[in-house]
Structure formats: C-alpha cells, structure tokens
C-alpha cells in the first residue's frame, strides 16, 4: 500500500474536511519568479503571492488550514508547509506583485491572514506528491482528493539538470536557476534558438564562446537582442530559450556556425523568422 497524504494530515489531528490542498504553477509568471522560486528564495514573497487570492476562489478555499504545494522545474509537486488560516478581508490597498511585473489593486482580490503551522515541518522541501487527474483543479479538499506520496527525500535538494536538449526557459528565469544547471549550460557550445511568445516568430543562434550557452544567452538578458538586427527590430519579448544540438567537445567555432547555418535552413528562420544573416 502507498502512503497516502491524508495519512499524514491525520496523524498531526487535522480534520481533512478542514484541509485545502494548493497546488502553486502561476502559468502567466512567465516574466519574473515562478511560486516554486519565491518559496525557494524568498519565502516572505512566497507568503504574500499565496496570501492574495481572487475573489472567485473564495468558496473553494474555504477551510481552516491549507496544505500548500509548489511545482518544481521538472514539474514534481513539492510540499511546501501547512498553513492556518485565521480569516480574510478584501485587500484595502494596492500592493505589488511579488512574482512578476503589476499591482493586485484595493478591492480587487481577498487578503487571508496566513500563519505557516508546524504541522508537518519537517516534511517541507522532502515530500512529492502525485497530484493526480485533477491536474488543472489547483484547489482541492483534503477529504475528497487524497494524493499518493511518491517520494520521501533525505533532504530539500534542487531537481537534478534535465539534459541539454530538455532544457526550455524563458530569459527572464535565466538568472534564478540552480548553479548546478548554470554550470552544466556553460559546460557546453552549440546550437539554440529563440521563440517570441508574442509573435511566435523564431530565432535560430550560436553560443560558441567560453562560457558556452549560458555566456550567450545573457547578452539577450542584458539588451533584449544580443546585437541581433532580428530581434532589434521587435519590440522587446521574453524570448522562450531551447537547446538544438550541442557540438563536441573538438568543435571549432567553424563547426558550430556550420551546424547553425543547417538549423536555420531546416528551420526556415530566414524567409519566416527572425534570423536576417
């Protein structure tokens, strides 16, 4: 038999009638900090972007603890902590975002008084859950969707690197990975390219200097276009980054401009995207 996250919630004395589950994955946090980071970096933001919630949400949270999740960048669901809550009042002025770019206006969501519990500490940073079908539901009851723990870690530890041709960011999250995946990014040269969420447009690139794909990409994190004339003309994007092929490690810079050269044909980015040369 699995252990089952309810079994847990019950041996601390919850009611699970009591208990809402939260799993955090903020898909429109594609510029700024993702819930999984603030929790990770910045637990007090992480506190505050749990604690303003739309008003729509209010009968579904309604419950007297609530067992919050995060989404890690392999996608795992990462317990995060169990948080009492004491009430709430419609937020009564404006106060910035804390994961992307915006303001959460006065009278526009509800403000619940949170208090991170001791319920289950030591679990916070160890335990993954199967979320199960439910996947888009991100605010269940405890006592009518109970979840499988997967996994029991010894420790928090970051998700291990996916591999070179799994890896897909946005720019703008570039600067908040784990210095595991900044290292294995300037181990290696190759081939990338770029996406535009707005236009959908595609840019086609190399990283053949010293610090390799992480080297490259941050003159786009710096400038927005990497003295790209493409890109130069667009109005500034968080571009979505991925791998295409990593040359070897004999590869001249020759070899890395020939294997570009092929990706943009095959890609067309020439006639249809935004690679000008």
Known sequence: MPLMFNTLLKQEGL????????????????????PYELWRDHPEKFHSY????????????????????????????LFAGLYSV?????????LPMPHKDGVDQAG?????????????????????????GGYLSWIQRADTQDKVVLELRAAFTEP???????????????????????AALRAVKGVYVLTCPKTQEQYVGSASGAD???GRWQDYVQNGHGGNVGLKSRDPSDYQ?????????????DDVLKMEALWKAKLRTKEMGLCKN
Request: hydrophobic content about 40%.
């Open 160 to 182: 291990a690197f996916p591999g070179y041709l799994n890896f897909i960011r946005p720019l703008s999250g570039l600067d908040s990975l784990h210095t595991g995946w900044v």
């Open 86 to 94: 004491a009430g709430k009042k419609v937020l009564d002025q404006d």
């Open 212 to 214: 390799g794909f992480w």
């Open 50 to 77: 749990q604690s303003s919630q739309s008003l729509d949400n209010e009968p579904r949270l309604t419950g007297a603890y609530w067992a919050a999740f995060v989404v890690s960048p392999t996608d795992e669901t």
């Open 241 to 253: 980054v991925a791998i295409l092929e990593v040359a070897g490690t004999a590869a001249t810079p």
């Open 15 to 34: 009611s699970l009638a009591e208990v809402r589950l939260l799993r955090h994955k903020d898909r429109s946090a594609a510029k700024g900090r993702s």
């Open 108 to 132: 526009s969501c509800h403000w619940y008084d949170l208090t991170l519990t001791d319920h289950l500490k030591d679990l916070a940073g160890r335990l993954v859950v199967a979320w199960g």
